[in-house]
């Protein structure tokens, strides 16, 4: 994070003597980014963390992509993923490229060790479950809907709480950098003299969960730490609780967001998807999609318009709301829109949004600047009906002077005319049929 925050016991001046009730020294450690040139903090352990022995490497985590050559429109129906694995084993990877790693997980099982992802920073949607995140830097409190920014090198366990009768399975979707870059907040809503939040930013300092108390866990014995480096995951062993710190000041430190939090950007006309950016990293950005008021000039299309986005690829997580502006969508859906595609609305939700005044939509979205390639996973999954879910009339013929028009006929296209009492008759069907109501709509992309 960029703002400074502190949690636990320090000493009043930093690299100064911090002794334990022992009389020996905590054990000062710099915790730094950009060679201690970009932020840090600095924390104190009890034990000197050097102190690790029985490396090992467990397994490979490099993905392999498929159908690189490939380019269309995809659709993964991830709902039916069954559960496995613990919350890092049981990430699987959909899509990715160089910059960013996109993986659901089902956790089946929970953590039995600590992990430390030292490759690149992770940021976890919560869709459902709640729990706890024991980090060094103190307890995360998360629940349904919370981001989860954990920057690269920070050492945590995850644990859902009990899943309760009739609760979905814990699930929650992962962004991974795989640049070496950061997940931050977007700069423009950024002071550049602070880094305080500006009056135009969706969300502030308020909104941000820092770590909290339970913070220090001093106990000696023989516990599991994996570390992800190298493009595989390696297992070290600490003769002491890895999470032994007594206090820490500074600016990088993991913390919560919830997706609720956001305040929406809206206008007059359709606003763009990058009024609803929420992070970013190098060549890509997180958005939120949340419910909001639509556009409010007298003549606005609620829907998004038909967009070439030349530089990006589009991922879109669904996850809960109306869904009738995408044929076949349905809530855990992830939909691909690769950049040389043209992308828009399905056919006849234009219409049928008209007037609309809300939308519940609630969606996750990561747009790359490099394309995003399939993994097999993502092919065991993919709907191959959903590029040509943009087939068929868009505008239908027996609408085409319709819209408020003051003429009583019109063609049918077949050279025939047609009263108005039908057109009219026409348009409700098409709103109907499209599931909408007047008042609400669903606007993604």
């Known amino acids: 994070m ?133 980090t060094a830097f103190g307890t995360l409190r998360f629940r349904a809907k919370d981001y989860v920014v954990i920057p690269k090198g920070v050492i945590y366990r995850m644990e859902f709480d009990p899943r309760k009768d009739g609760e979905p399975e814990p699930r929650f979707i992962c962004f991974e950098t795989s640049n070496g870059s950061h997940i931050l907040p977007p700069r423009r809503y950024m002071s550049k003299q602070t880094s305080q939040f500006l009056e135009h930013a969706p969300y502030c300092e308020r909104d941000i969960r820092t770590p909290e108390l339970p913070l220090t866990f001093d106990e000696k014995g023989e516990y599991e730490v994996r570390i992800k480096a190298r493009d595989c995951v390696h297992s070290y062993r600490y003769s002491y609780h890895p999470l032994d710190v007594v206090g820490w000041d500074g600016c990088y430190y993991p913390y919560l967001f919830n997706i609720d939090d956001f305040s929406p950007i ?39 318009y038909n967009h070439s986005n030349l530089d990006s690829d589009e991922v879109l997580y669904y996850v809960e709301g109306n869904y009738k502006a ?23 939700t234009i219409e049928a949004s008209l007037g609309a005044k809300w939308t519940d939509e609630l969606a996750v979205m990561c747009d790359t600047f490099r394309p995003l390639f399939p993994t097999k996973a993502a092919l065991e999954i993919d709907d191959m009906a959903y590029p040509r879910s943009w087939d068929g009339e868009h505008f239908p013929r027996s609408l085409a002077h319709g819209g408020g028009t003051p003429a009583l006929t019109a063609g049918n296209g077949r050279g025939e005319k047609v009263p108005a009492r039908i057109r009219a008759a026409d348009k409700e069907s098409a709103r109907s049929s499209a599931g909408q109501k007047a008042s609400t709509t669903d606007t993604w992309t």
């Open 326 to 348: 995408r044929k076949g969508i349905e809530q855990c859906s992830i939909s691909l829109h690769p950049q040389g595609i043209p992308h828009g609305p399905h056919p006849g």
């Open 2 to 134: 960029p703002y400074y925050t502190k949690l636990g016991q320090l000493p009043p001046k930093r690299h100064i003597q911090f002794r334990r009730p022992d009389g020996a020294l905590y054990s000062e450690e710099v915790f730094g980014t950009e060679g201690f040139s970009g932020p840090t903090s600095t924390m104190y352990h009890i034990h000197p963390p050097t102190q690790v022995h029985g490396w090992k490497t467990l397994y490979e985590t490099r993905p392999e992509y498929v159908e690189q050559s490939i380019m269309r429109m995809r659709h993964a129906k991830t709902a039916q993923m069954p559960a496995k694995g613990d919350p890092v084993t049981g990430r699987v990877i959909l899509f990715g490229n160089s910059d960013v790693e996109m993986s659901i997980c089902v956790p089946a099982e929970p953590m039995d060790y600590h992990f430390k992802n030292a490759q690149g920073d992770e940021c976890l949607f919560v869709h459902f479950g709640s729990g706890t995140v024991f």
């Open 266 to 304: 809206v206008g007059k006309h359709h606003m763009p998807p990058p009024t609803h950016q929420t992070f970013e990293g190098h060549n890509f950005v997180i958005c939120s999609f949340c419910p909001r008021a639509l556009d409010f000039h007298p003549q606005a299309i609620p829907v998004p």
